[in-house]
């Protein structure tokens, strides 16, 4: 079936706009997880949903940063005011249910310039 | 405090030498669920294997193994005669329950590459 798919795969934004990634999960996983990496660096967990609530914000790296999940569906994250420090690679991932592995989407770059 | 580590930034070895790579946790429930990871130079992140806490066998496949040893809590990863193919960053994560709320956190080790020199 088909896996994580995310859109854009790249966005180059200037200083100061806002943006939105998309993320649509594999059919029928109940959870999903939005990470940042940054070049050569871990996964940064930003936020997850159990259906369509995010019980944990608090990765979420500023009151700029939000995310939704509609249903157990698609999940946007808005970055509003983009700074450049935002720059990194934004990864979904979506799971059965929370206990279990982790499917990844291929990322979007973000540039924020 | 729920913790990944994974104190090995890069490995580099020769094709088919062995390697292993070491991943320790620390967590306060009894239930708990281990994970390895694989990023290739392309990017993408591919599940290899889960662990549950009470399931502590060792899991081979193919020319890859785990070694889950709860007494020293690691889940070290070994790849056998290793390959070209096999060079990229590769996180454990655990998994524990939230206490109470039926969700679940994930922690990240912070990931070690993996060069395979031909």
């Known amino acids: 079936g088909a896996g994580v798919s995310q859109s854009p795969s790249n966005k180059v934004t200037e200083k100061g706009k806002d943006v939105e990634l998309r993320c649509d999960p594999i059919?029928?996983?109940?959870?999903l997880y939005w990470y940042r990496q940054r070049l050569g660096q871990g996964l940064e967990f930003l936020i997850y949903?159990?259906?369509?609530?995010?019980?944990?914000k608090s990765g979420l790296p500023s009151d700029r940063f939000s995310a939704e999940r509609t249903g157990e569906s698609v999940s946007t994250l808005t970055i509003q005011r983009t700074q450049q420090e935002d720059s990194a690679v934004y990864l979904c991932?979506?799971?059965?249910?929370?206990?279990?592995?982790?499917?990844f989407g291929p990322g979007t770059r973000l540039t924020v310039t | 405090a729920q913790k990944v580590t994974q104190a090995q930034t890069e490995i580099s070895v020769v094709e088919k030498e062995d390697v292993t790579l070491d991943c320790v946790y620390e967590?306060?429930?009894?239930?708990?669920?281990l994970f390895w990871y694989k990023q290739p130079p392309s990017g993408e992140l591919v599940f290899l294997i889960r662990r549950n806490s009470f399931d502590e066998q060792n899991e081979i496949s193919g020319r890859y193994s785990w070694n889950f040893q709860k007494s020293t809590s690691s889940f070290n990863f070994t790849i056998t005669a290793s390959q070209v193919v096999d060079s990229a960053v590769y996180f454990c994560?655990?998994?524990?329950?939230?206490?109470?709320?039926?969700?679940?956190?994930?922690?990240f080790g912070t990931g070690t590459r993996l060069k395979v020199l031909a």
């Open positions: 994560a655990l998994s524990e329950e939230r206490r109470g709320s039926g969700t679940y956190k994930y922690i």
């Open positions: 967590t306060r429930d009894t239930t708990y669920y």
């Open positions: 059919s029928g996983h109940t959870a």
């Open positions: 991932a979506s799971s059965l249910v929370m206990r279990h592995e982790q499917y």
């Open positions: 949903f159990q259906g369509n609530s995010a019980p944990d």
